[in-house]
């Protein structure tokens, strides 16, 4: 079955970088587009980035643009996500989750906290 | 940016049935997608493309879209449908994803 699971949160001081990883199981993830989605503490979801199967177009939410970048290695059926320049507000749960056939979310991992503080 | 406005909350009594809204600016003629968050949970997917429902959801589950609102339905109420729900569209002209503003549902 189909599996995403997310590491590499922890707590960061502001000003700081992070890298995430999500690691892809049970379907072809070189097929697919890949997201990141965050939750802050109490809050609803946003769209934060995605990119493109073969990693040739990547798109970011303008909260993010200029300080996140996403990637992925097909090779190794994981996707990251580079956090530089961290903020208070960046504090949240970050989701992977796979691109279904409609530009939808179909697939979710369980998330990983990140929590920027000093 | 595309905007999609739903109600705060939304309470039901068990066996009866549950509306929520998913309002934005010519919605109906977007795909329109569900999810519902239980607590400490990631998401899961309960409705896509307006109103089908991927395999494993329950047929009390439905929605609808036109014009400027999308509606998910939930037929029957349970006390495990207890939830955040929120509805989600793809901006083509910014290729940027949306979320709806979230719904929590009581069931009373």
């Known amino acids: 079955q189909v599996q995403l699971v997310e590491s590499g949160g922890g707590v960061v001081q502001p000003g700081r970088s992070l890298r995430l990883s999500c690691a892809a199981s049970g379907f072809t993830s070189s097929s697919y587009g890949l997201h990141w989605v965050r939750q802050a503490p109490g809050k609803g979801l946003e769209w934060v980035a995605v990119?493109?199967?073969?990693?040739?177009?990547?798109y970011y939410a303008d909260s993010v643009k200029g300080r996140f970048t996403i990637s992925r290695d097909n090779s190794k059926n994981t996707l990251y996500l580079q956090m530089n320049s961290l903020r208070a507000e960046d504090t949240a749960v970050y989701y992977c989750?796979?691109?279904?056939?409609?530009?939808?979310?179909?697939?979710w991992g369980r998330g990983t906290l990140v929590t920027v503080s000093s | 940016s595309y905007v999609l406005t739903q109600p705060p909350s939304v309470s039901v009594a068990p066996g009866k049935t549950a509306r929520i809204t998913c309002g934005g600016n010519?919605?109906?003629?977007?795909?329109v997608h569900w999810y519902q968050q239980k607590p400490g949970q990631a998401p899961v997917l309960v409705i896509h493309y307006d109103s089908d429902r991927p395999s494993g959801i329950p047929e009390r589950f439905s929605g609808s879209n036109s014009g400027n609102t999308a509606t998910l339905t939930i037929s029957r109420v349970e006390a495990g449908d207890e939830a955040d729900f929120y509805c989600q569209v793809w901006d083509s002209s910014s290729d940027h994803y949306v979320f709806g503003t979230g719904t929590k549902v009581t069931v009373l």
């Open positions: 990119i493109s199967n073969d990693g040739s177009n990547k």
């Open positions: 989750a796979k691109d279904g056939e409609g530009h939808e979310f179909d697939y």
């Open positions: 010519n919605i109906g003629y977007n795909s």
